[in-house]
């Protein structure tokens, strides 16, 4: 390899660079892209090229045979990826000095943030990298990004929810505004499970979450104060498995109330089923008993 090292093709203050030789920002906190926007861009790319340069810096590494350039880049993934896709062999780039690891997170941030193109998984995460790594406070990430104090702290606490929520989340299962009366439930995790798979199941509303959410956290207070008996607790739960929604029984002494939850005319037509199966199955038992004797 020549130790003259080939200079970029230059338009303007804008170089000419192979895709190859770009390599992703190591900061960045996108890790999915979305298949079907990245198709589009790509066929834009492939009819009109990439209007807007993508930012670079310039690294040099020794090696035996002489030095070797790379470029890393500091914005611009979508519109890398999309080229690639598009089969480009260079891409129009700004080669700028190459800023410091927390600079180099905020530009990434900052550039998604403003295109919304993070999920809010990969945003949580850019902000717990920027706090943990630069020691940053709370209102020192908003102000970088933009953003006020709340909208970073509430963003964080998505991070609390267990693994299979923040995967649904990012997948689209369910919303951001989901995640609200979910961590309302974090201290009972199978509620808070439980509440996760109705929100997909039977489609809910953020709002029809939230009264769930409420009020189950009511429930467990006046359980708290008053706890159930556990036979009653286990007809309960029995009542719940056998009609695949959410059921509470309220006693006083040896009266009470029993709450089964519906959503629709469909659900309440098939919860309506279940229990005439359920009747019909046990009269089949009793008569079957009473036979035997």
Known sequence: MDNELPIP????????????????????????????????LAESIRQYGVLQPLIVTRK?????????????????????????????????????EEPPEQVKLELALIENIQREDL???????????????????????????GKS?????NTLRILMLPDEIQEGLSKGLITEGHTRPLLML??????????????????????????ISRRVAVERRKKHEEPLDPETRFVEEKLSDALGTRVSIER????????????????????LGRIRGLYEKQEKEDIAENFTV
């Open 9 to 40: 093709r230059k338009e303007s203050g804008v170089f000419w660079i192979e895709v190859d030789k770009i390599k992703p920002n190591p900061m960045q906190p996108r890790k999915e892209f979305d298949e079907n926007k990245l198709g589009g």
């Open 60 to 96: 040099e590494y020794e090696v035996p045979t002489g030095r070797v350039v790379e470029y890393e880049l500091i914005a611009g993934e979508r519109r890398l990826e999309a080229s690639k896709l598009a089969g480009l062999a260079q891409v129009p780039v700004i080669i700028r």
């Open 119 to 145: 999920n809010p998984i990969e945003r949580a995460k850019g902000f717990r990298q920027l706090i943990e790594n630069f020691k940053l406070k709370h209102h020192e990430v908003g102000s970088k990004i």
């Open 149 to 153: 104090r709340e909208f970073v702290t």
């Open 186 to 211: 974090c201290e009972q995790p199978e509620q808070q499970t439980l509440l996760y798979k109705e929100i997909i199941y039977k489609q809910m509303t953020v709002r029809e979450a939230e009264r």
């Open 252 to 271: 006083k002494g040896d009266k009470g109330k029993i709450s089964i939850e519906f959503f629709s005319n469909e659900e309440l037509n098939a919860l």
